[in-house]
């Protein structure tokens, strides 16, 4: 039995990695029914009238990293550059127009807690470091623009319930190191026990919760208003074009300038610079990452239900809140599907005065296969009842409306890496296999990550306006250095995700 069962995992698993190294194909089907936008930005579809023939920079993807580092290359130069943004599909229609918005102050204890035992505290401290500086730069972004509130903008305060015995153990082990990092930042990260987190917030199944200040930010809304300030200020250095998915890119070394050319569905555009920014897909311009990062599908639904003051979880008067619930993956190599254990539930609020709760909510159960599928149109099959139970399981108090199935739900593609960490930086040779050094990458944030991804494209945008000052320590651990990269490896990866039976 035992034989058979670790057969099948194995079975699974080089299925995956078969599906890691084939690559993503380029984003092409823009189904607006699968995903909610509504309305949907007036620039979701734009075009130039012509293409630009020649710019200083090209950057590819109009998601929140591509918008940063169009931002950041705009706003801290004083030079003249020329910019053109390219999308495959509908302005941020990619993981950021689908996202739950949820923004952590910080590493949650669990991470900090994960990231001390598999590397160290000083790693620890740099990853939670920039979290934080992250979290402040994106409230000042948002807090310093009057129309803010179209965002979807509220501080909220983060908790996580910690479903296994064994991270509130790893969390206690390091909770002198987090509190210390935390204090640096001046936020309260507190551990709540098992039966506070029962009777505060009503967690049926809870080995303790852990507290720090977040934020619900619609990333949608904010890239897009972001894109529409940038063309409204730089008509003349700024071209955005959508529904024109780059399906190559060449580099000719004997060209004096502008030796890239990115093929696009309309035409050829030379660049100085190619910026990708193509998170889940980015293999299929760069297939030398392939095994690096890769596309990973996750569900997002939209639910609503009776709210009861009395019997709410922290009940009449609270902040709004964000959710998540963690445990480790539940795999079923019989089944040949896994439930990922971590479920997370974003409060919108209420509806006018009355007592009626919107909510976001992500969570997975499905097949390996719909896993590595990078078909964003397609929801798996069952995932909204799936959604629905998981709400029911976790916050039972919470009177749902009698709805099995939410009204809303779609999926979405997240860019995953082998070291579960995002990619910064310039590209060498042998990622992009051209000689040119002008290739840059931001992507991979493994499906969090708003703030950080924010934070790096502007960090990105200093390096290629050749800022020799950084406002922040770029990790080495979020960076694009060969040996990094060579490092990563997807066998371990999926090594680690799939445990033996
Ligand atoms: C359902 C869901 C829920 C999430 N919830 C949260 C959350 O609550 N909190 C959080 O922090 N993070 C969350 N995330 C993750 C977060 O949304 C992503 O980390 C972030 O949006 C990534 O931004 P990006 O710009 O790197 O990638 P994307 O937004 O995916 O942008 C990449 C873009 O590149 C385009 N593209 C790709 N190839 C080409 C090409 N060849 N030519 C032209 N264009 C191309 C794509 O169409 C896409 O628009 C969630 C993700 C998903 C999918």
Not at 41 to 68: M, N
Not at 212 to 222: A, E, I
Not at 281 to 309: K, V
Not at 372 to 381: G, V
Request: with cysteine; aromatic share 10%; net charge neutral.
């Amino acid at each position: 039995m035992a034989n058979s069962d670790e057969a099948r995992r194995v079975r699974i698993k080089e299925m995956l990695i078969a599906n890691v190294r084939h690559g993503a194909r380029i984003p092409t089907v823009d189904d607006r029914q699968s995903w909610p936008p509504n309305p949907p930005h007036p620039l979701h579809d734009t075009k130039s009238a012509a293409l630009p023939q020649k710019v200083d920079y090209a950057i590819i993807g109009s998601g929140i990293a591509g918008c940063s580092v169009a931002w950041n290359l705009l706003t801290e130069s004083e030079l003249k550059h020329t910019i053109a943004v390219f999308e495959a599909r509908g302005l941020a229609s990619g993981a950021t127009g689908r996202s739950g918005g949820q923004v952590a102050a910080l590493m949650t204890a669990n991470e900090f807690a994960d990231t001390i035992a598999s590397r160290n505290i000083l790693a620890a401290d740099a990853l939670n470091r920039f979290a934080g500086e992250s979290y402040n730069r994106l409230v000042e972004l948002v807090r310093n623009d009057p129309s803010a509130t179209d965002y979807h903008f509220a501080p909220v305060k983060s908790v996580t319930n910690l479903v296994d015995p064994a991270d509130v153990a790893s969390v206690n082990q390091y909770a002198e190191n987090f509190a210390k990092a935390c204090a640096q930042w001046s936020y309260p990260g507190d551990l709540r026990t098992p039966d506070d987190s029962r009777s505060y917030y009503q967690f049926i199944n809870s080995h303790g919760t852990t507290e720090q200040p977040g934020l619900v930010l619609l990333p949608y809304r904010l890239v897009t208003r972001l894109f529409e300030r940038l063309l409204q200020k730089y008509p003349a250095q700024l071209s955005i074009d959508t529904h024109t998915p780059v399906q190559q890119v060449g580099y000719n070394s004997r060209l004096t300038s502008h030796k890239y050319t990115l093929m696009t569905s309309r035409g050829e555009v030379r660049a100085n610079h190619v910026i990708h920014c193509t998170n889940g897909w980015t293999s299929c311009l760069l297939p030398h990452l392939a095994e690096r990062i890769f596309p990973w599908r996750t569900t997002m639904a939209y639910h609503e239900f009776d709210y009861d003051p009395e019997t709410s979880p922290g009940r009449v008067g609270r902040p709004q809140y964000i959710w998540q619930e963690v445990s480790r993956p539940r795999h079923d190599y019989i089944h040949n599907s896994v439930e990922m254990g971590k479920h997370s539930v974003t409060e919108l609020g209420l509806t006018n005065q009355t007592l009626f709760k919107r909510v976001l909510v992500r969570s997975d159960n499905l097949d390996y296969q719909a896993l590595m599928d990078h078909d964003d149109t397609r929801t798996p099959p069952g995932a909204g009842h799936h959604v629905s139970r998981v709400l029911r399981r976790v916050f039972t108090p919470w009177r749902f409306a009698g709805v099995e199935q939410p009204p809303q739900i779609w999926s979405g593609v997240c860019g995953y890496t082998a070291d579960a960490k995002p990619i910064c930086g310039q590209l060498s040779k042998k990622w992009t296999s051209r000689t040119g050094k002008g290739e840059w990458i931001c992507a991979g944030c493994n499906g969090m990550g708003l703030a950080t991804t924010w934070t790096l494209g502007e960090l990105l945008a200093h390096r290629l306006l050749g800022r020799k000052e950084e406002f922040i320590v770029l990790p080495w651990s979020y960076s694009s250095d060969d040996g990094r990269l060579e490092m990563m490896n997807v066998n371990s990866f999926f090594e680690e995700w799939l445990p033996r039976v």
